[in-house]
T-cell receptor, first 113, second 108 residues
């Protein structure tokens, strides 16, 4: 089966700009989560969506937002980019109860200059 | 929220030696998951442990969940170069909290 697809793979943005990242989960997976990975802070949870509803949210400022569509595809948006937003953004999908764990996409590497 | 401490941060071993990483929580966990991330890659799910004292094996990998469900370990026997990467434990269900990871490097 196809894996989790994230686009784009790489992105370079300027401070103050905004960015939208996309994630297509594994077919049949209705839960989609987003994580930020940096060398300093490790893997940090951003938010989780299930059936178009945000079920959980991490401790990130309101500049970070997301949404999920009826086909389970998800997008996350970061507005007013800061240098510290440079990171690998990972999307993960799972069944509603993740007994088989989460399947991660390859990520979007965002660089803010 | 719940937190999990993972040690060691780095481990360098000769090929063929064993490797162990540990995760500890101050609170009782409902479950714990383990992931592996190769250099330049993304986390890949290895296993989930749910039961007190549970031990699961995957070839050379042995996963344990403590009796009190507050700690877990991953042990690799006779490491190979393909084992290189960072191993993470993670707790939670809909919202995963990851440990800091143990980066394993192998000296051929």
């Amino acid at each position: 089966k196809a894996g989790v697809t994230q686009t784009p793979r790489y992105l370079i943005k300027t401070r103050g700009q905004q960015v939208t990242l996309s994630c297509s989960p594994i077919s049949g997976h209705r839960s989609v989560s987003w994580y930020q990975q940096t060398p300093g802070q490790g893997l940090q949870f951003l938010f989780e969506y299930f059936s178009e509803t945000q079920r959980n949210k991490g401790n990130f400022p309101g500049r970070f937002s997301g949404r999920q569509f009826s086909n389970s595809r998800s997008e996350m948006n970061v507005s007013t980019l800061e240098l510290g937003d440079s990171a690998l953004y990972l999307c993960a999908s799972s069944l509603s109860v993740p007994v088989e764990g989460y399947t991660f996409g390859s990520g979007t590497r965002l660089t803010v200059v | 929220g719940q937190q999990v401490m993972q040690i060691p941060q780095y481990q360098h071993v000769q090929e063929g030696e064993d490797f162990t990483t540990y995760c500890n929580s101050s609170t009782t966990l409902s479950n714990i998951q383990w992931y592996k991330q190769r250099p330049g890659g993304h986390p890949v799910f290895l296993i989930q442990l749910v039961k007190s004292g549970e031990v699961k094996k995957q070839k050379r990998l042995t996963f344990q969940f403590g009796e009190a469900k507050k700690n877990s370990s991953l042990h690799i026997t006779a490491t190979q170069t393909t084992d290189v990467g960072t191993y993470f434990c993670a707790i939670g269900n809909e919202k995963l909290t990851f440990g800091t990871g143990t980066r394993l490097t192998i000296i051929p």
